[in-house]
């Protein structure tokens, strides 16, 4: 079951969802609008190279960038994070979605890990790639991205904030 507005405001108020920091100004009919941090990941400038992805995470082929803007040329992706920490209780799933006004524009928001666990409790990591022929400055602040909600049929055995790799160290 889907959560609409009504839904994500009770929700809130049972401390079942968090968003920190929170602004209900960014509840929508069914979502609630994420923004972008000041933080992003550029690949490292090594065109060409071999990586062995059985070896090499992320963390290890990209580079940490603070700004409150960016460039984003054609065809380059870049990775952001949202300003806000989601926590989730047990039973709660989320899917992140990129806003539609950005993907008109030719912006893919996340590529494939849009799937939000239950029991998450961390800031969510955007994989964000210019399919377009037009370089586009983003920026800090930017609601670039919204996230729907939706109820389990049982709680996790597994909550992320607990289990998952990356949230334990957030």
């Known amino acids: ?3 609409t507005d009504v839904d994500i405001k009770e929700k809130i108020k049972q401390g079942k969802i968090r968003i920190e920091p929170f ?3 960014n509840i929508g009919p069914g979502s609630v609008d994420l923004t972008l ?3 992003w990941w550029f690949f490292k400038d090594k ?10 995470g992320w963390k290890e082929i990209m580079e940490e960038r603070k700004a409150k803007s960016i ?3 054609p065809q380059q ?6 300003k806000e920490r989601i926590t989730l209780a047990d039973n709660i799933v989320g899917f992140l979605e990129g806003r539609s006004r950005y993907a008109r524009m030719g912006l893919s928001i996340h590529i494939t890990s849009s799937f939000v666990q239950p029991g998450v409790s961390n800031h969510q990591v955007l994989e964000i790639l210019n399919n377009s022929h037009y370089n586009y ?3 800090e602040g930017m609601k670039i991205t ?5 109820m389990a049929k049982s709680k996790t055995s597994k909550p992320y904030r607990k289990f998952g790799q990356i949230a334990k160290g957030q």
């Not at 992706?77 to 949202?82: F, N, P």
């Not at 919204?146 to 939706?150: G, L, M, P, S, Y």
């Open 71 to 73: 460039v984003l040329k």
């Open 1 to 3: 079951m889907f959560l």
């Open 137 to 139: 400055k983003i920026y």
């Open 47 to 56: 065109k060409g190279e071999t990586i062995d992805l059985s070896k090499k």
């Open 146 to 150: 919204h996230i729907v909600f939706a």
């Open 77 to 82: 992706m870049c990775l952001g994070i949202t």
């Open 23 to 25: 602004y209900e100004k």
């Open 37 to 39: 941090d000041n933080r």
